[in-house]
Every structure is written in C-alpha cells, then in structure tokens.
C-alpha cells in the first residue's frame, strides 16, 4: 500500500516539477489607438477578452466624447451652455460629471470651476487662436464664472443664462475609470491606457510587477524627471507646458486658469501628477491644486490622504507625499523634498 502511495505521489511530484519547469509563454497585449477628445489615446490589455473589451471601449469614448464635447453643437454640454439658464435633460454620464464639478469646486475652494470656459476661450485656448485679453474683458467674464451655482438634480443641469461650462479638467479621468471598468467586466486582468497626460493601469503587469509609468520634466518635457511604480492607479499630470503660447510680452502663458483672476495659474507651480486609485478624482485635484499653488496644495494634501502627489515648484524644485517613498525613482537631477503627513 505505502509503495503506491509513495509512486503516486513521485509522479505527482514529477508532474509539478514539469510544469514548473516549462517557462509560462509571455502573453501578448492586444492594443488599439484612438483620436478622441482632442487628444491621441493608446490602449493595451492582456487576457483573453482583451480584444472585445478594447472594441467595447473605443466605443464607450466616443459615446462620451458626444456626449461632453463643448464644440458639437447637439452634445449635452452645448445644449447646457445654450440653454439661457434653463434646466436641461442630460446622460447619467454628463449629469455624475457635471455633479463632480460642483462638488470639487466646493472641495477645492472654488480652485477646480468649470464654468471658468468663457475666460479659457477668450485667451483662445479652445481654438489655438492665441491672446492675451484686456483686463476688462476678463473681468467682464469673471462675472459670469460661478462655480457655486450649477446645480444637478436627477438627471437634469441648469447653469445662469449668462454662464458656459466644459469638462476637459475632468472627463479624461472619467473615461479613464469607465475603460477600467469595461476592461474588468470583459475579464481583463491587466492593462493600461494612456489619454493625453492620463495614465491609468488596471492590475499590474502581467508578469506581476508594477507598472513603472514616467513623469515628466517641465522644464525639458521630452524627458521624465522620475518614474512611478503604480498597480491599479491613476496617474494623472497638469503641466504648464501642455498647451502653451508665447505672447509678444514676451511671457508663456498656459491653459489652466485661475478663476480667481482670469488669468494661467502662476502660484508657484509648473507640474502637478496626482496619483490615486479613482482617475475622475486624480483629474480632477491635478487642475486644482495646480491652480492652488505650492502653499494651498500641500495643505490640501496633508489633509486628503487617499491621493499621492508629485509638485513640481517654479524655481526647480520636486516636492512629493510620503507615501511614494518607495515608489518614486527620481531621475532628474532636481532637488526633492518629502511632503510629511499624519
Ligand atoms: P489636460 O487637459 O492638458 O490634461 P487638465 O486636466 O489640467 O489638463 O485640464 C485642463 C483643462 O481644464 C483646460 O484645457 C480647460 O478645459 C479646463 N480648465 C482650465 N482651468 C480650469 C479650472 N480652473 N477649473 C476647471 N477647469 C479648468
Ligand atoms: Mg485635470
């Protein structure tokens, strides 16, 4: 009987060395890119649902990208914006993101405000036609900036008659968390995908490891300053050199603006990467506290603990949460300097 037993459990053993020896093939990702938002978009996840789950979400970002374009004349935020303060009907998708809106503008002290459009388009930031407004046109513009008063009940919107809003500081974040989500539903283990300066990464690699994702150097921004280790997260950067123009005064000026004087944020930084588990909220906080500047961002993340950060001050300076002590590899030769919390 013990003979048997112990020739059983040879062959088993033998069996599971086998398979232990033989090296698992390397899977291939199944990767698409796509234009959309006015931005160029790359895709890539691994298992065996890779390539439905990468069709269903190409056909998710375009279905947003209707629905949330500030430029086609039938999407739901042009029809807000045309609306001359009346309620209007809108997607589950317009009615959540415009809702974040709101609340982020109350969270972040009226830093994140997107009815800040009008102002954004008189610098030309919409259509490349670059200026610098007078100081009178942009206080006229102020006026109608009004964060505070766009309320969502259900699914309508309603905006003041005189007010525009547009989601480009949170809908990529947005899009990011719902490809996310259709990768999961199509049984994707592992992927990542790239929207302009969003990185986001379902599971980690497929061999395991993490996904070391690059951040750039404002300063020189075909080069990364230091490189992420992320599984699961978003990494989403707002830098100053994204879309910029150089006015004959000699000065850059960039396209997030503060709402508090119309003009491209200068309060002392040029780079913000938030990196945390939910892209809406990464996209979101990544303009704000851009806008915030040094002094009110690093207060603001001393006391909101589920995002990491990576700050980058006007006179070269990196400055980053505890929390990517062991995560953050700095390639650059900038200073840093840990942001300590509780
Ligand atoms: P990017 O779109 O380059 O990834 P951001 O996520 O920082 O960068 O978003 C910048 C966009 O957000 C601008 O192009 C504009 O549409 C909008 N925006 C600019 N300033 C603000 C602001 N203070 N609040 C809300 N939205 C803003
Ligand atoms: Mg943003």
């Excluded at 199509?186 to 302009?196: A, E, P």
């Amino acid at each position: 009987m013990n003979r048997y037993i112990t020739a059983a459990l040879s062959a088993a053993l033998l069996a599971a060395l086998t398979s232990c020896a033989a090296e698992p093939a390397p899977q291939t990702a199944s990767e698409r890119d796509v234009f959309a938002m006015d931005t160029f978009m790359t895709m890539k996840a691994y298992g065996d649902g890779a390539d439905k789950a990468l069709e269903a979400a190409e056909t998710r970002i375009f279905e947003l990208e209707s629905e949330l374009s500030v430029t086609e004349a039938d999407s739901d935020i042009s029809r807000i914006n045309s609306a001359k303060g009346a309620a209007v009907e809108v997607s589950p998708d317009t009615a959540l993101l415009v809702g974040a809106g709101a609340q982020y503008w109350q969270d972040t002290a009226g830093a994140l405000d997107i009815s800040v459009y009008p102002v954004l388009r008189e610098w030309g930031f919409t259509t490349g036609e670059y200026k610098v407004p007078d100081s009178s046109t942009i206080a006229k513009l102020l006026k109608n900036v009004c964060g505070g008063e766009i309320s969502v009940s259900g699914s309508t919107v309603q905006i003041p008659a005189d007010s525009e809003i547009d989601l480009g500081a949170l809908a990529k974040g947005y899009t990011g968390d719902e490809i996310m989500a259709i990768f999961r539903e199509n049984g994707v283990s592992s992927g990542l995908v790239s929207l302009g300066g969003n990185v986001q990464a379902l599971g980690s690699k497929p061999d395991g490891s993490d996904w070391r994702i690059g951040i750039k150097d404002p300063f020189s921004p075909d080069e990364n300053m230091c490189v992420v280790s992320i599984a699961d997260k978003a990494v989403v950067t707002s830098g100053n050199y994204e879309r910029c123009f150089e006015a004959d005064d000699g000065k850059v000026y960039w396209h997030i603006i503060d709402p508090a004087d119309g003009c491209p944020a200068d309060n002392g930084l040029v780079s913000v990467t938030i990196i945390g588990s939910k892209g809406l909220q990464c996209d979101a906080l990544s303009t704000a506290l851009f806008v915030m500047g040094t002094d009110k961002a690093q207060t603001y993340l001393a006391d909101h603990t589920d995002v990491e950060a990576v700050l980058v001050t006007d006179d070269g300076s990196l400055l980053y949460t505890d929390g990517l002590r062991e995560k953050l590899d700095i390639t650059g030769d900038m200073p840093s300097e840990v942001i300590a919390r509780d």
